[in-house]
């Protein structure tokens, strides 16, 4: 998306951002990953300022550790995996 010249002169950086990319879907993903690592398999996640409801279905798995690891970490580590199942409207639920 390309930003005006005129606009945005002398705002700090990230206040060019439209209010709209401050809600990256990425965000969303990372949050569940951090439940799904937790143990949580049915993750819902609300979006803040709207009636969206995230749905994600998440589960740890245990792999063997990346070449690069250092020394220390054990041979077998647990990563989390989720999958988005889709959005719902606060209405529908």
Not at 24 to 35: N, R
Not at 39 to 46: A, E, F, M, Y
Not at 73 to 88: A, E, F, L, N, T
Request: net charge positive; proline share 10%; with cysteine.
């Amino acid at each position: 998306m390309a930003v005006p010249e005129d606009m945005g002169r002398d705002l700090p950086p990230g206040e060019l951002l439209p209010a709209r990319n401050l809600l990256d879907p990425g965000l969303f993903c990372q949050a569940a990953l951090k439940a799904a690592n937790r143990g949580h398999t049915n993750i819902k996640l609300r979006e803040r300022g709207t009636k969206k409801v995230h749905l994600f279905t998440g589960e740890r798995v245990q792999v063997d550790k990346p070449q690069s690891a250092p020394a220390w970490m054990p041979d077998r580590i647990w990563k989390p995996m989720v999958k988005k199942v889709g959005v719902k409207n606060l209405e529908e639920l």
